[in-house]
């Protein structure tokens, strides 16, 4: 880490690269979720070489904000380090600590306790507990969970994505109702939504000949 550290100090120098010098964190956004979507992606690999090579793509975004900023002086690698670290043990008093847990569903219901005291008791808004950047089936189930939806059957979620499908207009909004059906039979079913899209997205993809799009 200490090596990838130097090197983007080096990429940001005065006689470093000029691209890597004007970037800033707000535009690394893009790469950000770029990479971890291809990290997502690498986790289905037939190649198991990769995912170590995406994980390196994200671990470089995580040095490049953390050079960005250690020039700022808002904060290094160390503090992103640590704050994980200490974050990591705070969350698992059953590990680390003294307290006692009969099985993974306790250790969420204590991670969210934790965290709403980290905040000090405040209440955060619906929209900032769901990342924007999160695809757009992965936010419809968050804020599905959100409002208290229960999953339900997968055969009444299919007959409801049915009565959708056959009541929804032709416009944004009538899609926007049959793909929030979607998601809501996709929980049902126990299914991730995004990540279901996804790989059948990324085998399509696969099985298209490598000029496929170009002008004949």
Known sequence: MQDLLSIMRRLRAPDGCPW???????????????EAAEAA?????????????ELGDVLLQVAFHSVIAEEAGTFGYADVERAIVEKLVRRHPHVFGEASV????EVVTNWQAIKAAERGGRVRRPEDRVPAGLGALAREAKAQK????????PEAAREALLAATQDAPDS????????AAVVAWARAAGVDAELALRE?????????????????
Do not use: F, I, M, N
């Open 172 to 179: 944004d909004a009538g899609v926007a109702d049959v793909l």
């Open 146 to 153: 959100l409002a208290g939806r229960e999953k339900g059957t």
């Open 102 to 105: 009969s099985g993974s569903a």
């Open 20 to 34: 890597d010098r004007e970037q800033t964190h707000e535009s690394l956004r893009p790469y950000l979720l770029e």
């Open 41 to 53: 992606d690498a986790v289905s690999s037939p190649d198991p070489a990769d995912l170590p090579d």
């Open 200 to 216: 059948r997205t990324l085998g399509t993809l696969r099985a298209l000949p490598d000029d496929a799009g170009r002008p004949s």
